[in-house]
């Protein structure tokens, strides 16, 4: 267990390190204006892990994004040994149409 000198140490850095965060301010532009070492400060940097606004930045969001439905092309509606059910458009290429039912029918 950590003493508590060593605690109140650790929260003294993240403070600065939170606060350095915030500035806007070039690491050795704060540490000078703080009075702090700037080795010591890099890796109380470092021991705190990446900053929240880094976080954010990997972590996949969700958006919202205006849709609208669009009016359906004619298709033809096909199943297949009752396994598989496809909905083809009518200008579906013939030879690849010919090439899929002939895969699926082995299979089935």
């Not at 109140?8 to 965060?21: D, G, I, P, T, Y």
């Not at 033809?76 to 396994?83: E, T, Y």
Request: net charge positive.
């Amino acid at each position: 267990m950590k003493s508590q000198f060593a605690q109140n140490r650790a929260a003294c850095w993240m403070a600065h390190v939170q606060q350095w965060r915030e500035s806007g301010l070039g690491k050795t532009r704060y540490c000078r204006e703080n009075g702090l070492a700037l080795s010591t400060f890099q890796y109380w940097i470092t021991k705190s892990g990446p900053s929240s606004g880094s976080q954010s930045a990997s972590i996949p969001a969700l958006v919202a994004l205006p849709f609208t439905f669009a009016s359906k092309a004619p298709s033809i509606g096909l199943m297949v040994s009752n396994r598989y059910a496809m909905d083809i458009p009518v200008d579906f290429d013939e030879a690849t149409l010919t090439r899929l039912l002939s895969v699926l029918e082995s299979r089935c």
